[in-house]
């Protein structure tokens, strides 16, 4: 199993950016897909973007794309999302997991980390 745990997030105002972390524990991180996840208030929690294992393939929501960009580090087993733009509606609780494939909405690990809030006022 691989513990997670984000960070990164704050207050920021639209049109602002943030780059967020996810620090992974655990061996077997490199063999993962790992995505981003969301979670705002009042609404299901929805996929946001994932990367390949070795960092060459990435997909990512519509409601993201092109504002938003994933990367990992296998060495510092990080991955993190650089959210440019930001949007009122991206404000949410931020999570990262592994997935089975690119597309894929579920996650692998049922313990997810504290996540990290993002805010963005109008």
């Known amino acids: 199993q691989v513990q997670l745990v984000e960070s990164g997030g704050g207050l920021v105002q639209t049109g602002g950016s943030l780059r967020l972390s996810c620090a992974a524990s655990?061996?077997?991180?490199?063999?993962?897909?790992m995505a981003w996840f969301r979670r705002a208030p009042g609404k299901e929690r929805e996929f946001v973007a994932s990367i390949s294992w070795n960092g060459v393939s990435t997909y990512y929501a519509d409601s993201v794309k092109g504002r938003f960009t994933i990367s990992r580090d296998g060495a510092k087993k990080t991955v993190f999302l650089q959210m440019n733009r930001l949007k009122p509606e991206d404000t949410a609780v931020y999570y990262c997991?592994?997935?089975?494939?690119?597309?894929?909405?579920?996650?692998?690990?049922?313990?997810w980390g504290p996540g990290t809030q993002v805010t963005v006022s109008s």
């Open positions: 997991n592994a997935v089975n494939y690119m597309t894929s909405s579920n996650p692998i690990f049922d313990s």
């Open positions: 655990g061996r077997a991180f490199s063999n993962y897909i």
